[in-house]
């Protein structure tokens, strides 16, 4: 069974920073994506950042961020831990989420923004910036 567990959300104020990790276990797979998602109230949940893992191993090359968090936040993965963390810098009052870590099978280039892609969920965690 495939398991995502989030954590390093909470509160933080404008312009500070935030580590998230999500802890994958469970994988028969060794390629897959895991994609950060974000959801505020009342709007709909947005693809932040997604990041490809080939053999267990994450791959840079095809690394996803939207627009709104390019510049500003990074993501890395430890294949030791079977972890991916995004580090999250610079955050604007409209970071304000619940953050979510998920897992694809069959996510592509074209689908790693995209919430359908991923098969897979944590249970999401709360930033809040606020000053």
């Known amino acids: 069974e495939v398991q995502l567990v989030e954590s390093g959300g909470g509160d933080v104020q404008p312009g500070g920073s935030l580590r998230l990790s999500c802890a994958a276990s469970?994988?028969?797979?060794?390629?897959?994506?895991i994609g950060w998602f974000r959801q505020a109230p009342g709007k709909e949940r947005e693809g932040v950042a997604s990041?490809?893992?080939?053999?267990?191993?994450?791959?840079?090359?095809?690394?996803y961020y939207a627009d709104s968090v390019k510049g500003r936040f990074l993501l890395s993965g430890d294949s030791a831990k079977n972890t991916v963390s995004l580090q999250m810098s610079g955050l604007k009052p409209e970071d304000t989420a619940v953050y979510f870590c998920?897992?694809?099978?069959?996510?592509?280039?074209?689908?790693?923004?995209?919430?359908?892609?991923?098969?897979?969920w944590g249970q999401g965690t709360q930033v809040t910036v606020s000053s």
């Open positions: 469970g994988f028969t797979s060794d390629r897959y994506h």
């Open positions: 998920a897992a694809g099978r069959l996510v592509t280039i074209v689908t790693q923004a995209d919430p359908l892609a991923y098969d897979f």
């Open positions: 990041l490809e893992i080939r053999d267990g191993m994450p791959y840079y090359g095809t690394v």
